[in-house]
């Protein structure tokens, strides 16, 4: 059992993504238990979505079975993996293609404050 905590899609265009950037996940104290939450970002045609991280604090494994953050290079789950995002490091990663979508999964044992990103569009 998951909770679906925050689908949505945001639009990159110029820039700028109007009323959700930044996400910050969660917007106050701990992300919950057995979180599932989805976001997907698309840009113009022509240009790429770029992310950037400026905090993060999520559960630190490498094990499968403990709280991470993927980014894919497309608009659902089934796309290539671009990053795993875990710990407290901050990346900055850039799709290949005008979509790109996040996942954060999280089990029921330890809970952190999540992550701030922003998002931008930049020409192909």
């Known amino acids: 059992l998951f909770f679906n905590c925050c689908r949505f899609t945001a639009d990159c265009y110029n820039g700028v993504v109007a009323s959700t950037s930044p996400i910050i996940y969660p917007s106050s104290g701990n992300y919950p238990p057995n979180a599932f939450c989805n976001w997907r970002m698309e840009a113009a045609a022509s240009m790429r979505v770029k ?29 290539p993996i671009l990053a795993k995002i875990t710990g407290t490091a901050t990346p900055t990663v850039t799709s290949s293609d005008n979509n ?25």
Do not use: H, R, W
């Open 51 to 79: 992310i950037t991280f400026s905090s993060v604090s999520i559960e630190s494994s490498t094990t499968p079975y403990n709280d991470f953050l993927l980014v894919f290079d497309g608009p659902t789950c089934t796309s």
């Open 100 to 124: 790109t979508s996040l996942m954060f999964i999280s089990n029921a044992v330890t809970q952190l404050t999540g992550f701030t990103a922003t998002f931008a569009s930049s020409k192909l």
